[in-house]
């Protein structure tokens, strides 16, 4: 291996634990208008807030707030029966592709599932996760 290949190898081993440890060079890479623009659009902006805020348009928001969600502890109801769990990416998947399959605790069933492309589901993930 000569002097270029091998630092070039080094060069992407580096820059790809960059991407998996979450640093933020990956998270100014994220495309926030692109996905605050498909959250308009799919009118999750209507009923959520990303900052924490008690009003939307002037009235308390019908969905939780999406700020600060990840990694928090939640209680669900599912087909009557509540149980505690942890808000991890696939619990957000699930919650946008199948709202009704599990209920956020003191919320209305009234999110209904909002088609989007795989790409536009991950950006809006991506985002959530950083608020
Ligand atoms: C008509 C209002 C409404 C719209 C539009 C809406 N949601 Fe919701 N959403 C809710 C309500 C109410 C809940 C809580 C009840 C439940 O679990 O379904 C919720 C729950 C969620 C949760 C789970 C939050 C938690 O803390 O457990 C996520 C994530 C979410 N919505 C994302 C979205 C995204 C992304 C969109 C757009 C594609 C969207 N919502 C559109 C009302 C809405």
Do not use: W
């Amino acid at each position: 291996m000569n002097k270029t290949i091998a630092g070039l190898c080094l060069g992407i081993a580096a820059g790809s634990f960059f991407f998996l440890d979450g640093s933020p060079a990956g998270a100014s890479d994220l495309d926030v208008a692109g996905a605050r623009k498909i959250m308009q659009d799919k009118l999750c902006l209507t009923c959520h807030t990303t900052d924490g805020a008690e009003t939307l348009n002037g009235a308390p928001p019908l969905g939780p707030t999406l700020k600060g969600i990840l990694g928090s502890k939640t209680t669900v109801v599912v087909e009557g029966a509540e149980t505690t769990v942890t808000i991890d990416e696939a619990y957000l998947r699930k919650a946008i592709l199948k709202p009704m399959a599990e209920i956020k605790k003191g919320y209305n069933p009234i999110m209904a599932p909002l088609p989007m492309t795989d790409e536009q589901l991950d950006l809006v993930i991506a985002y959530i996760k950083t608020l």
